[in-house]
């Protein structure tokens, strides 16, 4: 066997160890190929290492072939050490790959370190780590070690701490392929924890599901690292494609505040730190919930930034619709809360709807924290047949008078929400409308504090005497003059003959594009302009692609 290819593992006479730690141990060859014919009960360490653990073998003789049939081999730890540890402690380079595999009842199922200067690549790949009595997977470095991980369709569930776990700014994770990290529990971070600096890229179709924390991140916490979600193909390297195009990131059903004591924050994402940084593309935020932030949270300086699609002319697995943030729920902020210390949001070109909670149903920004929607549609949202929650204000602003909150809405359209109180309740901050459609049952502006503010240019709304409208505000029916093609499927696109269409001068630094990657600013010859050229809402209706709701087409 002195300087073999590959060397067997299993349970029959053609294999060349009966254990993988024998073989890691051996140094007669790094690439290692494990049966499935019995199980492994070790904890293997790969100290300075090389090293392919490569399951997906019937047996020995199958191995020695390289004919898989993508079994995956059963390595089982004694519950305290991980299952895997792997460990860079010298300064070259070193490269591990794990496949095929299911790693369970370990401390942690995998556990990565690097140091001293080390750089160390690690690939996982078709790899379930589930059952560990800590993480799933963790990674950090220490003394200017450098460690990058890609998890390639894995499944990361059942773990008694984060599923996924990245800490140090010499640390970086990529998450793709048809990967789910579920059913994970921890303090922060159920499914997966961004520490100091670590950089983790998810990208579609990835699933981010059902799993809890006792705090804050039921699905994801982010503290001073940095996150990046995309639903967009990227590209492909070393057999691994990273993102696809017909199919968002899903972060759905996790839970904070998941032991009741009413401290939980960011069901979804909870993203903190002045470093931290969060930018997801195409994805869908969904059923999360919390007692602050039911979609999610940031706080403490924080930027999260939630957009419908990366430039115009790369249309997302759902055009008009690429990033949804729905049916999440909360106490405060059903869709999202930010606050305090220059914490940063932005929401645009998405779709939010089915939110609930007992105040701020989409949204609650308290603090000095500033929050941005633009060319985004906000409908039934508040709709809560069980009465669960007060629903009490769409957006609630919420500062004091030596500091006040902002939330600006630029190009939104509003209808159809079932709300409790006003649209906008404003206690000493800063609400700016511009170019936007405001449709609901409630007063649209209630505001208290003395040194509360509020502006309004380019807008239509159902009613006017509850704020200052201005004159570039209009008051429209809709019951006499329809708006949008139809709201009761979903449908928010603008009406051929719409007030809405050609409404606006230009008051927007950068108007973009709208909900459909249709720039805006397009004049309609067949409409007089009111003001301008500029229509109004998430919707710019084009002459070419939009007439066909003229003759009565797609009206679902």
């Given at each position: 066997m002195a300087g073999a290819p590959y060397l067997t593992v299993g349970a029959d006479n053609a294999c060349d160890f009966d254990t993988i730690q024998a073989a890691i141990n051996s140094v007669i060859s790094n690439h290692i190929r494990i049966a499935s014919n019995k199980s492994y009960f070790e904890n293997l360490e790969i100290i300075n290492g090389n090293e392919k653990l490569v399951g997906g073998y019937a047996d020995c003789t199958q191995a020695a072939q390289n004919i898989t049939d993508l079994s995956q081999a059963n390595v089982t730890g004694n519950g305290t050490d991980p299952v895997i540890y792997i460990n860079a402690l010298l300064s070259n380079n070193y490269d591990v790959e794990v496949k095929n595999l299911v790693i369970a009842n370990g401390g942690h199922g995998i556990y990565i370190r690097s140091q001293n200067s080390a750089d160390l690549s690690v690939l996982v790949k078709g790899v379930r780590m589930f059952n560990n009595n800590n993480q799933g997977l963790s990674v950090l470095d220490n003394n200017g070690g450098?460690?990058?991980?890609?998890?390639?369709?894995?499944?990361?569930?059942?773990?008694?701490?984060?599923?996924?776990?990245?800490?140090?700014?010499?640390?970086?994770?990529?998450?793709?392929?048809?990967?789910?990290?579920?059913?994970?529990?921890?303090?922060?971070?159920?499914?997966?924890?961004?520490?100091?600096?670590?950089?983790?890229?998810?990208?579609?179709?990835?699933?981010?599901?059902?799993?809890?924390?006792?705090?804050?991140?039921?699905?994801?916490?982010?503290?001073?690292?940095?996150?990046?979600?995309?639903?967009?193909?990227?590209?492909?390297?070393?057999?691994?494609?990273?993102?696809?195009?017909d199919a968002p990131v899903i972060i759905s059903g996790n839970v904070a505040n998941a032991d009741g004591d009413n401290s939980g924050n960011g069901g979804g994402i909870m993203v903190s730190g002045v470093d931290a940084d969060v930018s997801i593309i195409n994805a869908q935020i969904n059923d999360n919930q919390a007692r602050h932030g039911g979609g999610f949270y940031a706080q403490s300086g924080a930027s999260i930034?939630?957009?419908?699609?990366?430039?115009?002319?790369?249309?997302?697995?759902?055009?008009?619709?690429?990033?949804?943030?729905?049916?999440?729920?909360?106490?405060?902020?059903?869709?999202?809360?930010?606050?305090?210390?220059?914490?940063?949001?932005?929401?645009?070109?998405?779709?939010?709807?089915?939110?609930?909670?007992?105040?701020?149903?989409?949204?609650?920004?308290?603090?000095?924290?500033?929050?941005?929607?633009?060319?985004?549609?906000?409908?039934?949202?508040?709709?809560?047949?069980?009465?669960?929650?007060?629903?009490?204000?769409?957006?609630?602003?919420?500062?004091?008078?030596?500091?006040?909150?902002?939330?600006?809405?630029?190009?939104?359209?509003?209808?159809?929400?079932?709300?409790?109180?006003?649209?906008?309740?404003?206690?000493?901050?800063?609400?700016?409308?511009?170019?936007?459609?405001?449709?609901?049952?409630?007063?649209?502006?209630?505001?208290?504090?003395?040194?509360?503010?509020?502006?309004?240019?380019?807008?239509?709304?159902?009613?006017?005497?509850?704020?200052?409208?201005?004159?570039?505000?209009?008051?429209?029916?809709?019951?006499?003059?329809?708006?949008?093609?139809?709201?009761?499927?979903?449908?928010?696109?603008?009406?051929?003959?719409?007030?809405?269409?050609?409404?606006?001068?230009?008051?927007?630094d950068d108007p973009g594009s709208d909900l459909d990657y249709d720039s805006r600013g397009a004049d309609n010859p067949d409409v007089i302009n009111l003001h301008g050229t500029y229509d109004i809402g998430a919707d710019e209706f084009d002459i070419n692609d939009d007439i066909i709701f003229k003759n009565g087409l797609e009206q679902d």
């Open positions: 450098q460690a990058n991980v890609v998890m390639d369709k894995v499944q990361v569930d059942f773990n008694d701490n984060s599923g996924v776990s990245c800490d140090g700014e010499n640390t970086s994770v990529k998450i793709a392929g048809t990967s789910v990290i579920s059913n994970n529990s921890a303090e922060n971070g159920g499914g997966l924890s961004v520490f100091n600096g670590c950089d983790v890229s998810v990208y579609s179709p990835t699933e981010i599901k059902d799993n809890e924390a006792d705090t804050s991140g039921g699905g994801v916490n982010v503290f001073k690292g940095s996150l990046n979600v995309i639903g967009l193909h990227s590209t492909c390297e070393n057999g691994v494609c990273f993102g696809v195009d930034n939630l957009i419908g699609y990366e430039t115009p002319v790369q249309e997302c697995w759902q055009p008009g619709a690429c990033m949804q943030l729905f049916d999440n729920r909360a106490i405060f902020g059903g869709g999202f809360a930010a606050e305090s210390d220059d914490t940063e949001v932005l929401i645009y070109a998405s779709e939010v709807m089915g939110n609930r909670a007992d105040k701020g149903i989409v949204g609650r920004i308290i603090g000095n924290a500033s929050a941005e929607i633009a060319s985004t549609i906000i409908h039934h949202n508040g709709m809560d047949p069980d009465n669960t929650y007060n629903n009490d204000a769409l957006f609630h602003i919420y500062g004091q008078q030596t500091f006040a909150p902002s939330l600006a809405l630029r190009a939104v359209s509003i209808a159809d929400n079932s709300i409790a109180g006003h649209v906008f309740d404003n206690f000493h901050g800063d609400l700016t409308v511009t170019s936007s459609i405001v449709f609901d049952q409630q007063d649209v502006y209630l505001e208290s504090g003395n040194t509360a503010s509020a502006s309004y240019q380019c807008v239509i709304a159902h009613e006017s005497d509850s704020f200052n409208a201005g004159g570039s505000v209009s008051v429209v029916d809709r019951s006499m003059t329809p708006v949008f093609v139809n709201p009761n499927a979903g449908n928010y696109h603008l009406l051929v003959d719409s007030p809405a269409i050609d409404y606006c001068y230009e008051i927007m």
